[in-house]
Structure formats: C-alpha cells, structure tokens
C-alpha cells in the first residue's frame, strides 16, 4: 500500500476549483490548508492545494499521478 501525493496549482479561478473537485471524486483527499500567492508578472492570484491517496499498490516514480 503507497500513499500518492499530489500538489494542484493554477489560477485562482473556476478552472482551478474544477481541478480540485475533480480530484476529490476521483478518491484523492485535501492535504493542509490551500495556499494563495500573487504572480507579479501576470497580475493574478494563483493558488495551490496538496491533495493525498491511499492505493493498493507499490508506489513507482513512472505512474501517472493523475490516473490513479
């Protein structure tokens, strides 16, 4: 058994929170406090949240995170 770590970042916008919700009901569950910061260069806020799952496998650098 691994447990997956997954770090989802974009824009503070719908995309985002679709991006999120999308995981969650794939079986991924919210890791900590999401986070916001300012991107000077393009005048937007950007966002991140840390998302984690438990699979029954052995965890290998080559899987597809967001497959699982």
Do not use: N
Not at 50 to 56: G, L, Y
């Amino acid at each position: 058994m691994a447990t997956l770590y997954r770090l989802l970042t974009g824009e503070d916008d719908s995309a985002f929170c679709h991006k999120v919700s999308a995981a969650l009901a794939q079986g991924w569950v919210l890791h900590g406090a999401p986070a916001y910061a300012a991107d000077p260069t393009s005048g937007v806020m950007r966002c991140a949240q840390a998302v984690t799952k438990d699979i029954d496998a052995e965890y290998g650098p080559d899987m597809k995170l967001g497959q699982q």
